[in-house]
Structure formats: structure tokens, C-alpha cells
T-cell receptor
């Protein structure tokens, strides 16, 4: 069975500093995708970044990068130059590629608070 | 206009009442999903549909039913609401792209409270 583990219920970071949010996953599928979503207090789910299991390079999207270590089954999100607007819940998720369901499996999330 | 819309956005209902949450999308995607989020937890899959004639149970389907009225519409019903169904409900859509995973597009969510 697939599983996503986020071990940090809450994190604090000083504005303008970088922060890493941890995510480990477990799957027996050879081909899969890893996602990060941001959920601000307003509740919507905002897609941030995607990493495919066969991608050779770590994904980057603006201030977001994904530190993908396949052998360790980790997919940590790095946010550079934190902003006050980055304060939110962050969810790591996974799905199989070519799987019959296509749904995402989510971790329990990490609450990030950015301090001015 | 939003690509994925959900109605209502907020709803308070009483135990035992039937309630329907509706989802519409303009992205032209075949795949639609209903998720539930409990406070402090990630999202869990309730039902999913790959087309109008293909509906499948997710991990927490008990107490829920769905209807895919058209490619663009996917409704979730609580036949007899109970307090532990109080949660934030998300509809999502996606399409499969060859050789890679795909992004799921989420609606804004429906906050349901069962008293």
C-alpha cells in the first residue's frame, strides 16, 4: 500500500530564510509522481510542484524546489526566501503513474508559520 | 471564472438530513474525485469517476453516494448525515497525460457541519 509520512506537524521560519519541509513515502510501484500542495487558512488547495519518479533532475518552480532522493524515498520541499504569505499548511502527496485509480495519497501535512 | 466550482461553499445541517454537494468543471477532464479533509489531517478519497458510466468507491465511501450526471458534473450525497461527517469536502478533476503523472485541479471546497 502507498503511504506518505510528514513528520513535522508544525514549523517556524524567519522571513527571508529558507525552510525544508520533510516528506517520505512508501510504494511498491515502479513509476509514480510526487506532489506538494499549499493550503492557506482560506482552505483551497494550491498545487506547488511535481516530481516524477524517473525524472533525472530535481523539480523547481520559482522559490519552490523539491529535494528528491529516490533511494531514501524522500521528497522534501524547499522554500527559499520565505515570505509572510507562505504561512499555510503544506501537504505532500503521491500517485501511481498508469495506475487504475489515479487518486492522490496525502500526508497529514505540516503547518508552516513565517515570522516577520 | 473558476475551472472547478463547488456548491454550496458552506453548509450547516442536522443529523439525519439528506444533503447533496455539487461539483462542476470546465476543464473538459474525464476524471473527477471527491475527497474529505478532517481537521489536522490530509485528504482522503471518498469516490472517483473516470467517465459518466464509471464510478468507483474510494477508501472512505461508507455513508456517501455519488452521481456523475455529465462529464462536467459530479455530485456527492450524504443520505443521512451524522456529526462525524463534519469536514471540508473537495472535488478534484484530472486528465492522464502520456508518460507522466498529472496535476489534480481542486475546487474551493465545501465546509460541511452536521449538528
Amino acid at each position: 500500500a502507498q503511504k506518505i509520512t510528514q513528520t513535522q506537524p508544525g514549523m517556524f521560519v524567519q522571513e527571508k530564510e529558507a525552510v525544508t519541509l520533510d516528506c517520505t513515502y512508501d510504494t511498491s510501484d515502479p513509476s509514480y509522481g510526487l506532489f506538494w500542495y499549499k493550503q492557506p487558512s482560506s482552505g483551497e488547495m494550491i498545487f506547488l510542484i511535481y516530481q516524477g519518479s524517473y525524472d533525472q533532475q530535481n523539480a523547481t518552480e520559482g522559490r519552490y524546489s523539491l529535494n528528491f532522493q529516490k533511494a531514501r524515498k524522500s521528497a522534501n520541499l524547499v522554500i527559499s526566501a520565505s515570505q509572510l504569505g507562505d504561512s499555510a499548511m503544506y501537504f505532500c502527496a503521491m500517485r501511481s503513474i498508469g495506475g487504475s485509480q489515479g487518486n492522490l495519497i496525502f500526508g497529514k501535512g505540516t503547518k508552516l508559520s513565517v515570522k516577520p | 471564472d473558476a475551472d472547478v466550482t463547488q456548491t454550496p461553499r458552506n453548509r450547516i445541517t442536522k443529523t439525519g438530513k439528506r444533503i447533496m454537494l455539487e461539483c462542476s468543471q470546465t476543464k473538459g477532464h474525464d476524471r473527477m474525485y471527491w475527497y474529505r479533509q478532517d481537521p489536522g489531517l490530509g485528504l482522503q478519497l471518498i469516490y472517483y469517476s473516470f467517465d459518466v458510466k464509471d464510478i468507483n468507491k474510494g477508501e472512505i465511501s461508507d455513508g456517501y453516494s455519488v452521481s456523475r450526471q455529465a462529464q462536467a458534473k459530479f455530485s456527492l450525497s450524504l443520505e443521512s448525515a451524522i456529526p462525524n461527517q463534519t469536514a471540508l469536502y473537495f472535488c478534484a478533476t484530472s486528465e492522464l497525460t502520456t508518460g507522466s503523472a498529472y496535476e489534480q485541479y481542486f475546487g474551493p471546497g465545501t465546509r460541511l457541519t452536521v449538528t
